[in-house]
């Protein structure tokens, strides 16, 4: 069941990104909307819309939460390979998607002042005006 819930979700998250996807969403509105005068712009007119919209998105909610989960474990586990695997990095950073948003902040804010950087103060952007001077 777990793994054909996964395919399910992957494939119908993909599509729903596609233009397909916005293609096919626009043409059933546009239906809908055409039809409008033939049913009188009717209550049950109006309801179907409402209805047909409100359960998509009710679904989607659960098909794209779940490939976000996913991606998001996939490369947390990535970045913790790398950490484990590079000799300068500290593996005490491994697992901290575990943390609380205060606990990760708390970390954060260390970092910059080791860096030499005031969290309150944006990054300065070397990088990319060398980037930017290429042009």
Known sequence: MNKFFTRFASRIASFSGSPSAFVLALATVLIWGISGPLFDFS??????I????????????????????????????????LLRAVEQARADFIGIEHLTEDEIEEIRTRLEKENGRESNKPPPHHAMDRLLSRR
């Not at 209550?43 to 179907?48: H, I, R």
């Open 43 to 48: 209550e049950v007119w109006q309801l179907v």
């Open 50 to 81: 409402n209805t047909g919209t409100t359960i998509v998105t009710f679904l989607m909610i659960f098909l794209v939460q779940n490939s976000q989960n996913r991606d998001s474990a996939a490369m947390e586990a990535k970045l913790d390979e």
